[in-house]
């Protein structure tokens, strides 16, 4: 089955934990993609990679972490530098990084408390 | 900071009439232009791209560009229920670096009553 699998779907977490998400991708993609999604707001970007070994920062990285050891795998850290983390996550993948058609993952909704 | 502005609604239809959606964008050299469509509490799906000028066609659905006046719409005609999402529109953006970013408006949510 092609797709993105994230996760957990639901994670809850106390304050000053890091949390890690997972994404995995099976449809060969080069790009991948972190955004978070807050409530009546749109996608604001955290993290992207083009290829292995290489991502770059986006809008709001400042309390995130990545890594991209393989291209199928794209896992998002969340630390406790983050000072607002409760939000929803969201892994994506594209055919390069120039591109605006994404393929989104289910998601993963974490909490903290 | 690039932008892309929409109105956030809700918009309400009823089933049947059409439903009008709209999107400003700031960066004047941007190319490409998308809709997404998110359920609530799922995640968005591409449903609608548009690269040149004027309109485009996809079953019930329309995307309309206007690059001069910086101005991208999505137009559902025989709105269904099943339509009732929050429509996101997404424009493609040159960074300092050269490279192209996705930059998303907050959405609009569109209720079609039956």
């Known amino acids: 089955d092609g797709g993105i699998t994230q996760s957990p779907k639901y994670l809850f977490r106390k304050e000053g934990q890091n949390v890690t998400l997972s994404c995995e991708q099976n449809?060969?993609?080069?790009?991948m993609y972190w955004y978070r999604q807050d409530p009546g707001q749109g996608l604001r970007l955290i993290y992207y990679s083009q290829i292995v070994n290489d991502f770059q920062k986006g809008d709001i990285a400042e309390g995130y972490s990545v890594s991209r050891e393989k291209k199928e795998s794209f896992p998002l850290t969340v630390t406790s530098a983050q000072k607002n983390p409760t939000a929803f996550y969201l892994c994506?993948?594209?055919?390069?990084?120039?591109?605006?058609?994404?393929?989104f993952g289910e998601g993963s909704r974490l909490t903290v408390l | 900071q690039k932008e892309v502005e929409q109105n956030s609604g809700p918009l309400s239809v009823p089933e049947g009439a059409i439903a009008s959606l709209n999107c400003t964008y700031s960066d004047r050299g941007s190319q490409s232009f998308f809709w997404y469509r998110q359920y609530s509490g799922k995640s968005p799906e591409l449903i609608m791209f548009?690269?040149?000028?004027g309109d485009k066609e996809d079953g019930r659905f329309t995307a309309q560009l206007n690059k001069a006046s910086q101005y991208v719409s999505l137009l559902i005609r025989d709105s269904q229920p099943s339509d009732s999402a929050t429509y996101l529109c997404a424009v493609n953006s040159l960074t300092r670096g050269g490279s192209e970013k996705l930059v998303f408006g907050k959405g609009t949510k569109l209720t079609v009553n039956p």
């Open positions: 994506a993948t594209g055919t390069s990084v120039n591109t605006g058609e994404l393929f």
């Open positions: 548009i690269y040149s000028n």
């Open positions: 449809l060969n993609h080069d790009a």
